[in-house]
């Protein structure tokens, strides 16, 4: 702590920042150079590498783990681990250096194979989806590859170099529906959206700089085996996140979160305090610098008091919501995946989507167990997801595309709601300069900004960000 956030903070002026402490005398009390809220694979990277350069630091993380949505479950019955959250990391700048850093064994994960299957889960009818060819879905997706290869600099890792005004490229502010038809994208739609295009909700409403965030060239490099991706050589991605909470050690605050806050102009500093759900005590932190690794949502922010530029930015935007989860029930499929499409999706359509919100597949993952995925908007609640799961089964059911489930119900093993996330906002509000003003928050307040609101959702290109943009702009300001 700097001796003039030390001397601010001290003032009468600013008396309510030393409330925290009137209010809470057993507080614990801790002064460092960085806090960082939210200990997902943002949050995570980002101490890391505050901790490798020499910073004192806090994590604050409000689950019992680190990891966020690395979602790793033990069946008790058989002891295999599944991991039905994140699966992957591509081959990102900086991607294995991290990795290695964490001393976790990782490899090249082998392509597993499985028979398709279409129905509609509104009706349980199937669908009689025609897939493209093998040499038509491989061109459309070389390109797509190709033509957002193009723009990759202006949002990868970060939006540091991303256009104002009427410089922002129309391919960019179309909607991703515009751009697929522009491009002739018909035979790869699928697969983007099945890929991780579905998380998005509206992918094809949405415009094609959130899809190109979601699903950019990196990721159609790994489907055209171009590129390589890894997992952990245990089948347990969790074990990433367990090894960076060793090397973070007493610097990580789990079961934690900010309850109240004050943050200064001019990169003053930041009093936060947090609370423990577990031991119910209250910490108080000095900071030179906050970095926000949450989604920035309504709820999120409550304890950090938005100021109106703040709430300017964020109060506008969407956010798609994924529930994720490992089933049981005897009338699924034990050979495949089972997709929802709609009716219309015959023929080859791949511009038929069901509408959010929706159960996207039932994918049979061995050992009489199935990953669902659910999906929906902002403030979709895992009892509705489960709901909607039982409900489709028994709709497929009643149609005669699965066997009869004899009034059996669904044996839910492994459960998580991912929460809020690809945040957009709309082609006008980007128009607007909205990324620009976006971007301009960086350093408001004593806070910056990491996560998937102001990169991408995936985390290879976060840990990118991090290492090629947040870190060293942190690192610059504490030494102004």
Known sequence: MSLSTLSLLATASLAAATSFAARYPSAALETVDVVVVGGGSAGTNAAIYFKDEGLSLLLVEKQDRLGGMVNSWTDPDTGVTYDYGVATYTNQTGTTAYLDRLGVAYDVPSEGSFTSYYADFSTG????????????????????????????????????????????????????????????????????????????????????????QTFGPQTAAVFLGTDVQYHASSGRNQDFYDAAEEILCDSVLLNSVVVES???????????L????????????????????????????AAFDLDETEEAI???????????????????????????????????????????????????????????????WEGFASETAQEMVSEAIETLAAAGTIPATNGTAVTFKAWSNHGAMDMRVTADKLKDG???????????????????????????????????????????????
């Open 274 to 301: 947090v609370h423990n759900s577990e031991t119910d005590e209250y910490t108080i932190i000095l900071a030179e610098r906050l970095v926000m690794a949450i989604e920035p949502t309504e709820s999120n922010m």
């Open 434 to 480: 909205y990324i620009t003003d976006q971007y301009a928050l960086q350093g408001h307040r004593s806070t910056y900004w990491t996560g998937a609101a102001f990169s991408n959702q995936l985390s290879t290109f976060l840990w990118a960000y991090n290492l090629e943009y947040l870190v060293p702009l942190v690192l610059d300001s504490l030494k102004a």
């Open 125 to 212: 009818e199937t669908v009689d989806y025609v897939s493209p060819s093998i040499d038509g879905e491989i061109a459309a997706l070389e390109t797509y590859y190709n033509v957002s290869s193009q723009y990759a600099d202006l949002f990868l890792p970060s939006y540091a170099n991303w256009p104002a005004g009427d410089a922002i490229p129309e391919d960019l502010t179309m909607s991703f529906r515009d751009f697929a038809i522009k491009y002739d994208l018909n035979d790869t739609m699928l697969l983007i959206w099945a890929g991780i295009g579905a998380g998005m909700a509206d992918m094809l409403d949405a415009p094609t700089i959130y899809l190109m």
């Open 314 to 376: 964020f109060d506008v935007a969407t956010w798609s919501v994924v529930n994720t989860g490992i089933i049981s029930h005897p009338s699924l499929p034990v050979d495949g995946l089972l997709y929802n499409l709609p009716a219309t999706a015959v023929d080859g359509d791949d511009f038929a989507l069901p509408e959010p919100p929706f159960v996207d597949y039932f994918e049979y993952i061995g050992e009489g167990l199935w990953q669902v995925i659910v999906v929906g």
């Open 262 to 272: 004050i943050r200064l102009e001019d990169n003053l500093g930041v009093e936060l």
